[in-house]
């Protein structure tokens, strides 16, 4: 069965700090993992995406990172600031030409920035 | 702003009722995506249409219902409500197929459903 485990659930940081979420996933085929920003109330918004052949995306402070061979992905969040505090999800998709039926998500990693 | 409208933002019902939740997607995109969203779980895959016809269903019970118009709006319709389906409901769109490499997914703000 396709999965996608995150870790930490939940992870508090002081502002200006680093931090590094974690994504393993076990969707077979893999095309491309995503990484979703979500505030709370509002929709998920796309930060980075790679596909196996792409090793880091960078998005200002959001660099996310991909191991296709160990099937991990972690997202580094850079000096944070509050507006950071949200949940982060992983999205994993098999199919190159896109599927959404296809589509693993994440329970996602809420983030609490504190000032 | 994903530039995908939800209505209404906030829903209180009691069990038993029906309702419909309402979708217009970014302009241009074909695809429309429903997902629920419950406490603590991740996205669940509902239903997804394109240019009005049924693309790919995913865990939508019998209860609930979708289409999508013409003018490519959707709506998402839930009926025989049950506690277990207050949650949250997100509507997404894209372009084409939806979560390949080059068509992300935009979703909107979502409707949060609370069953009495």
């Known amino acids: 069965k396709n999965q996608v485990e995150q870790s930490p659930q939940s992870l508090i940081i002081l502002e200006g700090k680093n931090c590094t979420l974690q994504?393993?996933?076990?969707?077979?085929?893999?095309?491309?993992l995503r990484w979703y920003k979500q505030d709370t109330g509002r929709g998920p918004v796309s930060l980075t995406i790679?596909?196996?052949?792409?090793n880091t995306k960078s998005n200002g402070r959001y660099t996310a990172t991909l191991d296709a061979d160990t099937k991990q992905s972690s997202l580094h969040i850079t000096a944070s600031q509050l507006s950071d505090s949200a949940s982060y999800i992983c999205v994993v998709s098999p199919y190159s030409g896109g599927g959404a039926d296809g589509l693993t998500f994440g329970k996602g990693t809420h983030l609490i920035i504190q000032p | 702003d994903s530039g995908v409208t939800q209505t209404p933002k906030h829903l209180i019902t009691a069990t038993g009722q029906r309702v419909t939740l309402r979708c217009s997607p970014r302009s241009g995109d074909l695809s429309v995506y429903w997902y629920q969203q419950s406490l603590d779980q991740g996205l669940q895959f509902l239903i997804q249409y394109y240019n009005g016809e049924e693309r790919a269903k995913g865990n939508i019970l019998e209860r609930f219902s979708a289409q999508q118009f013409p003018d490519l709006h959707s709506e998402l319709n839930l009926s025989s409500l049950e506690l277990g389906d207050s949650a949250l409901y997100f509507c997404?769109?894209?372009?084409?197929?939806?979560?390949?490499?080059?068509?992300?997914?935009?979703f909107g703000n979502g409707t949060r459903l609370t069953v009495t």
């Open positions: 790679m596909t196996f052949s792409e």
């Open positions: 997404a769109s894209s372009a084409s197929g939806g979560g390949g490499y080059g068509s992300p997914l935009h």
């Open positions: 994504c393993n996933y076990t969707v077979s085929p893999f095309s491309n």
